[in-house]
């Protein structure tokens, strides 16, 4: 009866968007799963299926490039993430806490200026810049920690925008409440802000641990001898054709990435969970 009542061009309307809406994460995630899938292919051609293997997993660990490669990946992406969410905690509470500062515009305008601009842009940049220092001071020398600074740059813009969004819509009058008990602004901060923003704070690094593992062109400029990422190994093999092997790596970082972010997703559920039931419970008292 119900369905009687529901006009047909509404009907039609759903099944369109159903329609669209499956279109679009098909478009995006049957490329992941064939990859996923021609990781195991038998075949040294990576389109033609020539049945199921696990060569190409034994093969990557003799593959010494790819795998310091991926090694080095992981730990510029992850002092990258971490840093980049320090640091654009302290932006984004400036910006949401201050409204009005001396450079208030300026540091705006720095903030959001590497959302903007293009990667090549900086890459040069910054490679001229430590090109300049280094024959000053002889440091640093092109390797992770350039590429960590490159990276750094791009990913703290990324992750004062999403924390300073969180930030935004909190209720100050918690804030006030824990300050009229006698908490001071320190212990206001990580007893009530920061349980508050830690689902920001999650993504922000995933986000700019995502940016700094697959990043290819500022790591190009930045890389020096025996600091070469796992992208640009990946990019330097394209040019002469790629074989299963990289399949197979692309395969564990699908992996690790979607543990985390699943074990990740259900952690912090169940510490939203346990916060809710906890004011409850206040609320109650």
Same mark, same amino acid.
């Given at each position: ?7 047909s061009?509404?009907?039609? =309307?759903?099944?369109?968007?159903? !329609?669209?809406?499956t279109?679009?994460?098909a478009?995006?995630?049957l490329p ?11 075949s ?5 299926w020539g049945?199921f293997?696990?060569?190409?997993f034994?093969?990557?660990?003799h593959?010494?490039e790819?795998l310091e490669?991926?090694?080095?990946s992981?730990?510029t %992406?992850?002092?990258t993430?971490?840093a980049?969410?320090?640091l654009?905690?302290? %932006?984004a ?5 201050h409204?009005r500062f001396?450079g208030?515009?300026?540091m ?11 990667? !090549?842009i900086? =890459? ?5 810049m ?12 092109? +390797?992770?920690?350039t590429?960590?600074? +490159?990276?750094?740059? !791009? ?6 925008? !999403?924390i #300073? ?10 804030e006030e409440?824990?300050?009229?008990l006698?908490?001071r602004?320190?212990?206001v901060?990580?007893?009530?802000t920061?349980?508050?923003?830690a #689902?920001?704070?999650?993504s922000a ?11 290819v062109?500022?790591?190009a400029?930045?890389?020096?001898p ?12 394209a ?7 990289v399949?197979?790596v692309?395969t ?10 699943v074990?990740g997703?259900?952690l912090?559920?169940? /510490?939203?969970?346990r916060?809710?039931?906890?004011? /409850?419970?206040a609320?109650r008292?």
């Amino acid at each position: 009866m119900r369905k009687a009542l529901i006009p047909s061009w509404q009907r039609a =309307g759903r099944w369109a968007s159903r !329609v669209w809406l499956t279109a679009g994460f098909a478009f995006l995630y049957l490329p992941i799963v064939a990859l996923v899938v021609y990781s195991f292919n038998d075949s040294p051609l990576p389109t033609v299926w020539g049945g199921f293997t696990l060569e190409w997993f034994r093969k990557l660990l003799h593959d010494t490039e790819l795998l310091e490669g991926l090694w080095l990946s992981l730990k510029t %992406a992850f002092c990258t993430a971490t840093a980049a969410v320090v640091l654009g905690t302290c %932006a984004a509470w400036a910006l949401s806490k201050h409204k009005r500062f001396g450079g208030r515009t300026l540091m705006v305008g720095m903030i959001n200026a590497p959302l903007v601009m293009p990667e !090549v842009i900086i =890459g040069l940049s910054l490679l001229l810049m430590l090109v300049s220092v280094q024959r000053v001071l002889g440091f640093p020398e092109r +390797g992770m920690l350039t590429i960590w600074m +490159g990276h750094l740059l !791009v990913g703290m813009a990324y992750a004062t925008v !999403v924390i #300073q969004a969180r930030l935004q819509t909190l209720n100050p009058q918690l804030e006030e409440a824990a300050q009229d008990l006698g908490a001071r602004p320190l212990q206001v901060f990580f007893l009530v802000t920061l349980p508050m923003i830690a #689902q920001s704070l999650a993504s922000a690094w995933l986000l700019t641990f995502t940016l700094s593992l697959d990043d290819v062109v500022l790591a190009a400029f930045l890389s020096g001898p025996g600091s070469t990422t796992m992208p640009l190994v990946i990019f330097s093999r394209a040019r002469l054709g790629l074989d299963p092997s990289v399949n197979a790596v692309a395969t564990l970082v699908i992996a690790v990435v979607a543990v985390a972010v699943v074990g990740g997703s259900y952690l912090l559920a169940r /510490a939203e969970r346990r916060r809710t039931q906890e004011m /409850a419970q206040a609320a109650r008292s």
